[in-house]
Nanobody, 117 residues
């Protein structure tokens, strides 16, 4: 399975961006798809995830109410709509895939989001 992320860029604080991630290959056993991010000098952190069957979602506290994760099962894509962006959201965002509930073990290449103040 491979993941291809897109949609990063430069935006002013308060603006919006939409990230997308497409999964290809043997996608029939997707359990969760999610987004992580890594800011310069910091460890990678969880942002949001969506369960492939049922669509339940989880978010880190700092993005609740601002970010929305969604999926398109037919197209094997997941999106992250990011609104009211803050400079502290600046990071490389990675989409990730959990096959069979065994944890995130497939990662996309990362897309840079830069929020200017």
């Amino acid at each position: 399975v491979q993941l291809q992320a897109s949609g990063g860029g430069l935006v002013q604080a308060g603006g919006s961006l939409r990230l997308s991630c497409a999964a290809s290959g043997r996608t029939f056993s997707i359990y969760y798809m999610g987004w992580y991010r890594q800011a310069p000098g910091k460890e990678r952190e969880f942002v949001a995830q969506i369960r492939w069957n049922g669509g339940s979602t989880d978010y880190r506290d700092s993005v609740k109410g601002r970010f929305t994760i969604s999926r398109d099962n037919a197209k094997n894509t997941v999106a992250l709509q990011m609104n009211s962006l803050k400079p502290e959201d600046t990071a490389v965002y990675y989409c990730a895939l959990d096959l069979n509930g065994s944890g995130y073990n497939v990662w996309g290449q990362g897309t840079l989001v830069t929020v200017s103040s």
